[in-house]
């Protein structure tokens, strides 16, 4: 009979240990699950901050390192390339990234009619509560110049629905203004500057815009601009889907649960985005005010956005940000969702 002693029995243990740490492919359990996410500084990313200050994703066995970006093409270029996992970001970005064949899917919505134009000094007063072509054109006589209208670089959903709004919905002649593709923050700064007649925004860029400067107004919101206007999704990298399944489905539930304590809490919610957006130089009742705000629409639901996600493919094309269309589906993956939605 083999007898073993303990001396022996912990050598085999150890010589066991090491043999398991050396095979390939091999993880420990209690080896948690490491995911850097990319986000733009928008209100529409406070499911992600609640996520990772609630602790929910370390409860799931997941490390979250999160990254800034300023707007979602640069923010899905790094994606493309292998910089980040995921990412918290408008939706045009990540349909024309699979143009140009990145691997990259939508798992989740985030929020939906995020944007809006804001306008104020002679701009605002001109083209009055119901912008019209003519409106700008009288604009332009009076000044000697074309209004100038902040948004983010081509092919993102600033951009895009900004255009949607003008020459679809308003009718302005493109000869007639002047688009400035800028950085969130530096938007907004030129808007109090009066560097720029308008701008598009997002939540708390307007409610803090329109407390720093109460002749802001919002001449357009959402679903004026673009019907059930797509914005903010949950996108990841193919790789990233199939490597770490489990932890991709644990990661969206807690987004379902994010985006749900917003509607039941949002005082609550505002404390803690604040961490991350306010940096401790804004008020948790601002942000409570942002998720208030016309802004402010979550919804998790990858399903219920494909409908306007066509539309706006389709319109991309129009405008030149996308050289072709695919099929809107395929650049959705619903299996996460619908694994843990129920």
Not at 129 to 158: L, M
Not at 188 to 217: C, F, H, K, S, Y
Not at 261 to 283: R, T
Request: hydrophobic share 45%; glycine share 8%; proline share 7%.
């Amino acid at each position: 009979m083999l007898r073993l002693t303990r001396r022996s029995t912990l050598a085999a243990l150890v010589a066991l240990g090491t043999a398991a740490a050396a095979m390939p492919g091999t993880v420990r359990a209690a080896d948690p699950v490491k995911l850097e996410i990319g986000y733009i500084p928008i209100l529409a990313a406070s499911p992600l901050f609640i996520v990772d200050g609630q602790g929910w994703a370390k409860d799931a066995g997941i490390t979250l390192k999160l990254t800034r970006f300023e707007s979602g093409p640069h923010a899905i270029q790094a994606m493309a390339a292998g910089q980040i996992d995921l990412l918290y970001a408008g939706v045009a970005p990540v349909l024309v990234a699979r143009t140009k064949g990145a691997d990259i899917s939508v798992i989740a919505n985030s929020a939906v009619e995020e944007m809006v134009v804001a306008a104020r000094g002679p701009f605002a007063k001109s083209i009055g509560a119901t912008p019209t072509a003519e409106s700008f054109k009288k604009f332009t006589a009076d000044t000697g110049r074309k209004p100038k209208i902040g948004t983010q670089p081509p092919g993102s959903v600033p951009d895009t629905v900004l255009k949607h709004w003008l020459f679809k919905v308003v009718k302005v002649d493109p000869a007639d203004v002047e688009l400035v593709p800028m950085g969130i923050e530096k938007t907004q700064q030129a808007l109090l500057a009066g560097a720029l007649d308008a701008a598009t925004i997002r939540e708390p860029t307007v409610t803090v815009t329109q407390q720093m400067d109460p002749n802001v107004v919002l001449v357009a919101t959402g679903a004026q601009m673009f019907p059930d206007q797509p914005g903010t999704v949950v996108s990841a990298r193919a790789e990233v889907l199939k490597k770490n399944p489990d932890a991709i489905k644990a990661l969206v539930k807690a987004h379902i649960r994010a985006v749900e304590l917003i509607a039941k809490d949002p005082a609550g919610s505002a404390k803690i985005v604040n961490n991350y957006l306010g940096k401790g130089l804004m008020e948790p009742a601002t942000l409570e005010a942002a998720f208030k705000g016309p802004g402010s629409k979550f919804v998790a639901d990858p399903h219920s956005v494909v409908p306007a996600v066509e539309k706006m493919m389709a319109f991309t094309k129009e405008i030149g940000s996308a050289g072709e269309t695919i099929p809107v589906a395929e650049a959705f993956d619903f299996s996460f969702y619908d694994a843990v939605a129920k």
